[in-house]
């Protein structure tokens, strides 16, 4: 006679995966495009795994689902096994192929220029033959999709609220500076508190930016409502704009400080406002090939240097 866990042995990966995904996404819809099936085939991956356990997992509700007791213990065990699961695969593609093997990365399309340009240099020195694949994504949320898709086994990332399923490890504060022309009146002061923001005219990143979002919620605390005259998609846009007369704009100090070489700026950091926190995010770092640990390790040493 088979018993429960025995006939659990049959729920198939996709099964688990789909499964995964709707406890991530709490919404059906999301998953059924997520995986490219439909809403059905869907619900027919998780009542065909409630079936074969015994139990609900999911509790369907108005706007989505939610997991059960039942299925939040279930999705913890999971998550670790396929997360497993998918670091045997990745170690044994290495293996079979020598040192050929494959490390994805997304991240703003800027990134790789202030932050990973020595990283990206030593890495292919240590491992030459190595398959790099950098994804550019305008948007915190296209970051986590291509992990939560498996497109890309790291993303570079505003550090922000946790988000499940995703790990996040922050790596390194950066104050906010205010980016001016550089014979602009304030080119002069070497401090400026949020407050004297007010007048000014803002180049901004558009709202969809997770590291805008912060930065605006930042401002409007402190009663700081600045008006926006232009938006762009990335801070270097924004500080070429500045030197071009269309306004100021605000930026991590890093992306002022490199640019500053290449364009009539000056920036002033601003005392007042919190950091901006950048960092590494992954589905599981227990999952990671160790070319990516690697490459993590580097990026570390290369930025120390800075």
């Known amino acids: 006679m088979l018993t429960k866990a025995n006939r659990a042995l049959r729920m198939t990966l996709d099964d688990l995966k789909v499964f995964i995904a709707a406890c991530e996404h709490k919404n059906l819809s999301a998953v059924a495009r997520q995986m490219h099936c439909t809403q059905p085939a ?7 795994l409630e079936k074969e356990l015994g139990v609900g997992l999911l509790e369907r509700k108005a706007r989505g689902v939610e997991p059960t007791q ?6 913890e065990h999971v998550r670790e096994g396929l997360g497993n699961i998918t670091l045997g695969v990745r170690q044994l593609e290495q293996l079979a192929a020598g040192e050929m093997g494959s490390l994805g990365i997304t991240t703003g399309g800027t990134t790789i220029k202030h932050f990973m ?4 240099v030593a890495f292919r020195e240590r491992y030459p033959s190595v398959k790099l694949h950098f994804q550019s994504a305008n948007t915190h949320q296209r970051c986590i999709e291509a992990l939560r898709d498996e497109q890309v086994d790291l993303a570079f990332i505003t550090m922000g609220d946790a988000i499940k399923g995703i790990e996040q490890r922050p790596f390194v504060e950066m104050p906010w500076v205010l980016v001016v ?3 602009d009146k304030l080119a002069q002061r070497t401090r400026i508190q949020a407050k004297q923001l007010k007048d000014i005219s803002y180049i901004a990143l558009k709202d969809s930016s997770t590291s805008q979002s912060q930065l605006t919620q930042q401002l409007q605390s402190k009663g700081v409502y600045c008006q926006t005259i232009t938006t762009v998609d990335d ?5 070429q704009f500045v030197e071009m007369g269309l306004g100021h704009t605000i930026s991590p100090e890093r992306h002022a400080q490199n640019l500053k070489k290449q364009h009539a700026v000056a920036y002033i950091p601003i005392s007042d406002l919190p950091p901006i926190v950048f960092g590494w995010a992954s589905r599981r770092w227990k999952s990671l090939p160790k070319i990516a640990e690697d490459f993590v390790e580097l990026f570390e040493e290369t930025n120390q240097k800075r």
């Open 70 to 75: 039942a299925g939040q213990v279930f999705y």
């Open 181 to 183: 022309p550089e014979h």
């Open 117 to 120: 340009s020595n990283t990206v």
């Open 235 to 239: 801070w270097d846009t924004a500080i």
């Open 42 to 48: 869907v619900s027919q991956h998780i009542v065909r």
